[in-house]
């Protein structure tokens, strides 16, 4: 079954981190462009990160850039996204989207996206 699983979500205190994971099964994901998304509650849907399959590009939206890190690894078939340095501002529905290809990641919130997971919630709350 192909299928991304977004794991690693939890309540954190301002000034934590969480680490999320993005997870693919039946397909490879470093073939793949990966993108992450957040959507909090009566908001829009905001691009947070992206990594192209060759690793040479990534994108940080401004509002996480400095305390976000994207990154994968192929032997696990993942990607993850290090968050530090929460803030409240950073509650969400964190999901992973997977584009083919080469893509260029500035361009993550127009990529043509093939699969996308369900999604981790993150609460930073104290």
């Known amino acids: 079954q192909v299928q991304l699983v977004e794991s690693g979500g939890g309540l954190v205190q301002p000034g934590g981190s969480l680490r999320l994971s993005c997870a693919a099964s039946g397909f490879t994901l470093d073939r793949y462009t990966i993108s992450w998304f957040r959507q909090a509650p009566g908001k829009e849907r905001e691009g947070v990160s992206c990594?192209?399959?060759?690793?040479?590009?990534?994108y940080y939206a401004d509002s996480v850039k400095g305390r976000f890190t994207i990154s994968r690894d192929n032997a696990k078939n993942t990607v993850y996204l290090q968050m530090n340095s929460l803030k409240p501002e950073d509650t969400a529905l964190y999901y992973c989207a997977a584009a083919p290809g080469y893509l260029y990641a500035q361009a993550m919130g127009v990529l043509p996206y093939d699969y996308w997971g369900q999604g981790t919630q993150v609460t930073v709350s104290s």
């Open positions: 990594i192209s399959s060759s690793d040479r590009n990534t």
